[in-house]
């Protein structure tokens, strides 16, 4: 029974932890953000690391006054995670669509013209990865489109899931880029954060998705084989025969 009430307390305590620290990460990404590296006046640097700090120190200890007060039955915990997980939603939200924003107003993909008139080799990752993405800006609009339409549908419980995985694709990918490309630490800070904070989200709906994905069969018609053999031979022949003609390409190469 000891055992057991332990096991009830570490599981509870760690539950409102977890999803209080999620939270003061994404608000912490969402001051820095609003601090725009203190380029804006009315949020000085020592105003957005004093906030940041609160953000940090309150997130770790809200959780134990909050399991102290429901242990003593003067709280309500479905209405602090609602509270906590619509926290996240928002400051997710806000904090990607105001990435999407920057790109419809030029603000972000810019390259200084003393930067981009620099041979290729002679320009870091950083300013090369902004080169190349600015240079459509078409696409840098369909970025912000996903980035702004991620973020609304984060809004609505009904739509969270699809958000949440479109924000996962899209900001996983943002945060491989800023890794290998070695951006400033800044951006790669927001994007390590904010992946986070979406598969956070993702992960609530954890049986959901199990069913989905892996106990839903598909209705696609197939091909009946006898032998599972067989079967399962002619699904690797496609990853090891394009291996073979990419290794015949290779070949041609002198």
Request: hydrophobic residues 55%; proline residues 4%; charged residues 5%.
């Given at each position: 029974?000891?055992?057991?009430?332990?096991?009830?307390?570490?599981?509870?305590?760690?539950?409102?932890?977890?999803?209080?620290?999620?939270?003061?990460?994404?608000?912490?990404?969402?001051?820095?953000?609003?601090?725009?590296?203190?380029?804006?006046?009315?949020?000085?640097?020592?105003?957005?690391?004093?906030?940041?700090?609160?953000?940090?120190?309150?997130?770790?200890?809200f959780p134990f006054i909050w399991h102290y007060l429901e242990r003593k039955q003067k709280i309500n915990s479905t209405k602090i995670y609602g509270f906590l997980y619509s926290g996240i939603r928002y400051a997710i939200a806000f904090n990607i669509a105001s990435f999407g924003w920057k790109k419809?107003?030029?603000?972000?993909?810019?390259?200084?013209?003393?930067?981009?008139?620099?041979?290729?080799?002679?320009?870091?990752?950083?300013?090369?990865?902004?080169?190349?993405?600015?240079?459509?800006?078409?696409?840098?609009?369909?970025?912000?489109?996903i980035q702004l339409v991620g973020g609304y549908l984060l809004l609505f419980r009904r739509t969270l899931l699809i958000g949440s995985i479109i924000l996962f694709a899209l900001l996983s990918n943002l945060?491989?880029?800023?890794?290998?490309?070695?951006m400033n630490a800044g951006a790669l800070v927001q994007s390590v954060v904010l992946t986070i904070g979406v598969l956070f989200l993702i992960l609530l709906e954890y049986k959901k998705l199990v069913f989905f994905f892996l106990k839903t069969k598909s209705n696609l018609p197939s091909l009946n084989f006898n032998s599972v053999f067989v079967k399962n031979s002619i699904r690797l022949s496609a990853i090891v025969l394009s291996l073979l003609f990419t290794i015949y390409l290779k070949s041609l190469v002198k």
């Open positions: 029974m000891l055992e057991q009430s332990t096991l009830e307390f570490s599981d509870s305590i760690l539950k409102k932890l977890g999803t209080s620290i999620i939270l003061g990460f994404v608000l912490t990404a969402l001051i820095l953000m609003l601090g725009n590296g203190g380029n804006v006046f009315w949020l000085p640097p020592i105003l957005v690391f004093s906030l940041v700090g609160i953000a940090l120190l309150s997130a770790i200890l419809f107003y030029g603000l972000q993909f810019i390259v200084p013209a003393e930067i981009a008139n620099l041979p290729m080799n002679q320009q870091s990752g950083e300013w090369l990865t902004w080169f190349y993405f600015g240079h459509s800006h078409a696409f840098g609009i369909i970025i912000a489109v945060t491989l880029i800023n890794i290998f490309y070695q």
